[in-house]
C-alpha cells in the first residue's frame, strides 16, 4: 500500500506513544495525513513498532523530528535507556534519516524541505540539540528539566540570553 502526500502539519510534543496511534490511523484509514510530528530522545514506549510499521508501508507522508537533547526527566538518556546510535536504528525500519544542529533554524527549514522530497520511506530528521542553551548554570543541567528556575534564576538567565 502506497499513500499519497498532503502537508497537513499535526503536532505531537514529546508523546512518542502517540506515534503509534497516528501510524495505525493513517494507515487503516488510507489518510495522506500527519507531516510532521515531534518526540525526544527519552520518549521510547512504543515507538519501535511504530517505525517499524512506518517504514514498512512507506509512509513518506510522514516526517518525525526527534529532539536528541540526551535528557529525560529523571537523568540522562544514556544512564537510563541508551537510544544511540539513534540514526542507525530508524535506518533499520526503513526511514530516510537527516541528522542536524537543532538550534540552527535553516537547518530545521531545510531538513523539513529535503523530507518532502523522499519518496517510498518516512523520514526522521533528528535534532541534535542542548537542554537549557545559552543560560550557563542551565545548560545540560538535569536539574532544570521539568523545574522552574526560582526569580533570580530567571532574572540571571534573561540576562545571559539578552
Not at 113 to 135: D, F, L, S
Not at 141 to 159: C, I, S
Amino acid at each position: 500500500m502506497k499513500l499519497s502526500r498532503l502537508s497537513i502539519l499535526i503536532p505531537v510534543f514529546n508523546e512518542a506513544e502517540n506515534l503509534a496511534p497516528l501510524i495505525r490511523q493513517i494507515i487503516a484509514l488510507h489518510l495522506p495525513a500527519a507531516e510532521i510530528i515531534v518526540v525526544d530522545d527519552g520518549s521510547t514506549d512504543g515507538s519501535a513498532e511504530a517505525a517499524m510499521a512506518a517504514g514498512m508501508y512507506q509512509l513518506d507522508n510522514l516526517t518525525a523530528i526527534v529532539d536528541q537533547n540526551r535528557i529525560q526527566l529523571s537523568g540522562f538518556v544514556r544512564d537510563l535507556m541508551d537510544v544511540d546510535p539513534l540514526g542507525d536504528k530508524f535506518r533499520a525500519f526503513k526511514w530516510h534519516v537527516v541528522e542536524i544542529d537543532g538550534h540552527d533554524l535553516q537547518q530545521v527549514y531545510d531538513a523539513i524541505e529535503t523530507a518532502r522530497t523522499v519518496a517510498g520511506q518516512p523520514t526522521v530528521i533528528i535534532a541534535h540539540t542542548v537542554k537549557g542553551k545559552g543560560v550557563s548554570f542551565m545548560e545540560n543541567n538535569v536539574d532544570f528539566h521539568g523545574k522552574a528556575p526560582n526569580a533570580a534564576q530567571v532574572e540571571e538567565a534573561l540576562k545571559e540570553l539578552a
